[in-house]
């Protein structure tokens, strides 16, 4: 494995501890959430499945992207990682029409432990996607720019960045079908 997957798989596992913790706390205070809305009162899950349909889609197009680079190096690979970064975006965009639909009905971080968790967690993971398009931006870049060769370190570069968004869209399917889904159990 690579200096670069390595290092990232590191990290990854280091956010795993924390998405795991924050999870927990979710699931705890789901149970308990106090006085005020609740993620059955709150959430729209159908506008939610939608964007979340965006994100896991940008995981393929982050693959397709993958596959471009190894094959054709950098024929078509900057296609896909704008439509990776654009279906993230939109994902990001929905996330942030939530929270002010959320702000404008009293559902707010500090109203009940539903509010605390539920701003925390997402918000987390939107700062893992934030981050996630970042790098991506960056690789899509310097494929543009004719920078990202077949060089070993330009691959692993690449291989990191997808192994991490990868990771992104693992977390939310998580998060999503806990926040979501469990909500009208």
């Known amino acids: 494995m690579s200096k670069a997957k390595l290092g990232v798989a590191m990290f990854i596992v280091s956010e795993v501890n ?19 809305p609740t993620a059955a009162d709150s959430l729209d899950v159908p506008r939610t499945a939608a964007f979340s349909v965006l994100l896991f889609s940008s995981s393929a197009t982050m693959w397709m992207a993958g596959r471009c680079y190894q094959r054709e190096g950098q024929r078509g690979v ?16 929905g996330q942030i029409y939530e929270y002010i639909e959320l702000y404008s009905h ?15 967690l997402t918000g987390f993971h939107g700062i893992h996607v934030f981050v996630g398009l970042t790098a991506i931006a960056i ?3 310097l494929v543009l720019l004719g920078e990202m060769k077949e060089k ?17 869209d693992a977390v939310w399917v998580v998060i999503f079908t806990l926040v979501y889904l469990w909500a009208f159990l």
């Open 78 to 93: 900057a296609v896909w990682l704008i439509l990776t970064i654009l279906l993230g975006g939109a994902f990001l965009l």
């Open 106 to 120: 009293g559902v707010t971080f500090s109203r009940n432990m539903f509010g605390t968790t539920f701003f925390t």
């Open 139 to 141: 690789v899509a870049w």
């Open 18 to 36: 924390f998405f795991l913790l924050l999870i927990v706390a979710y699931a705890f205070y789901h149970a308990y959430p106090g006085a005020g």
């Open 152 to 168: 070993e370190r330009h691959v692993q570069a690449f291989e990191a960045v997808s192994l991490y968004w990868h990771f992104v």
